[in-house]
């Protein structure tokens, strides 16, 4: 366990997760039944999963680039003036389309991008998905404590990190996602913006059809995609935020209850 942070296994009452990202308490959802506790059919679509085993790796920047990506990647920065300049930005009316500064305290629920902010102005690292080689990774404003602060995650195709407001944020990678959902108690669970936009992303990076477990492709989805579950409080939330990502952008948001 590293100092200021504890990790929960994943939970069935609480959403999905692969890791507690948080600090300073214990787990708030140890009386909580976990994944490993629910009964899975036969065909329930045990997927390949990502080694939980192997070593993990520093987060760490993105190297420069070399020969003439890295020299062409200099001009373009050099004429912005500015190393982070932001990309592209997400489609109007999309959840994460707003643009806020770096200070700005949003709602709980909200969501908004900071661009052009270096990531050691963002806070302190607290975990990477995926662990090795992490595509997205997660910063705390104000680590050591359960109430609610801002968040920052980065690995977004424009290169401007999210924010939102939240006391607790989980991962959820989609083994543990299709494995609650495909299983024998998946058809009694409602159906959100979030599942149906991974049903998409699912048919289209694994070709199988809808209702049905990604089967041998899921190494390939599970590198850029994953669920994070945005609690409002640390201990009993009645709901919480959902948020999909996929290959560096947002995908769909929604409240779970």
Same mark, same amino acid.
């Given at each position: 366990?590293?100092?200021?942070?504890?990790?929960?296994?994943?939970?069935?009452?609480?959403?999905?997760?692969?890791?507690?990202?948080?600090?300073?308490?214990?787990?708030?959802?140890?009386?909580?039944?976990? +994944?490993?506790?629910?009964?899975?059919?036969?065909?329930?679509?045990?997927?390949?999963?990502l080694?939980?085993?192997?070593?993990?790796?520093?987060?760490?920047?993105d190297?420069?680039?070399r020969?003439?990506?890295?020299?062409f990647?200099?001009?373009?920065?050099?004429?912005?003036g500015?190393?982070?300049? #932001?990309?592209? #930005?997400?489609?109007?009316?999309?959840?994460?389309?707003?643009?806020?500064?770096? &200070?700005?305290?949003?709602?709980?629920?909200?969501?908004a991008?900071?661009?052009g902010?270096?990531?050691?102005?963002?806070?302190k690292?607290?975990?990477?998905?995926?662990?090795?080689?992490?595509q997205?990774?997660l +910063?705390?404003s104000?680590p050591?404590?359960t109430?609610?602060?801002?968040?920052?995650l980065t690995?977004?195709?424009?290169?401007c990190?999210?924010?939102?407001?939240?006391?607790?944020?989980?991962?959820?990678a989609?083994?543990?996602?299709?494995?609650?959902?495909?299983? #024998?108690?998946?058809?009694?669970?409602p159906?959100?913006?979030?599942?149906?936009?991974?049903?998409?992303?699912?048919?289209?990076?694994?070709?199988?059809?809808?209702g049905?477990p990604?089967?041998?492709?899921?190494r390939?989805l599970?590198?850029?995609?994953?669920?994070?579950?945005?609690?409002?409080?640390? &201990?009993?939330?009645?709901?919480?935020?959902?948020?999909?990502?996929?290959?560096?952008?947002?995908?769909?948001?929604?409240?779970?209850?």
């Amino acid at each position: 366990m590293r100092a200021g942070v504890s990790k929960a296994g994943v939970t069935l009452g609480l959403g999905l997760c692969l890791g507690l990202l948080l600090a300073g308490c214990g787990d708030p959802l140890s009386d909580v039944p976990r +994944y490993s506790d629910v009964p899975l059919a036969d065909d329930a679509g045990q997927a390949d999963v990502l080694a939980p085993d192997a070593p993990r790796a520093p987060v760490t920047d993105d190297a420069p680039q070399r020969g003439l990506l890295g020299l062409f990647g200099a001009k373009a920065a050099a004429a912005t003036g500015d190393d982070d300049a #932001p990309g592209r #930005p997400p489609r109007p009316g999309a959840p994460d389309a707003r643009e806020v500064s770096l &200070g700005v305290t949003l709602p709980y629920g909200e969501l908004a991008r900071v661009c052009g902010v270096p990531n050691r102005k963002l806070g302190k690292k607290i975990e990477g998905y995926p662990e090795k080689g992490s595509q997205y990774v997660l +910063y705390d404003s104000v680590p050591g404590t359960t109430a609610p602060r801002t968040f920052y995650l980065t690995g977004f195709k424009d290169r401007c990190a999210r924010q939102f407001t939240a006391a607790l944020v989980i991962f959820g990678a989609p083994e543990s996602y299709e494995q609650l959902h495909y299983g #024998p108690s998946g058809a009694e669970l409602p159906v959100s913006s979030t599942d149906a936009a991974y049903e998409k992303v699912k048919s289209r990076v694994c070709r199988v059809r809808k209702g049905k477990p990604c089967g041998s492709k899921m190494r390939t989805l599970a590198r850029d995609t994953v669920f994070v579950s945005v609690y409002e409080r640390f &201990g009993s939330n009645p709901r919480w935020k959902n948020i999909l990502l996929h290959d560096g952008e947002v995908e769909a948001v929604d409240l779970k209850n």
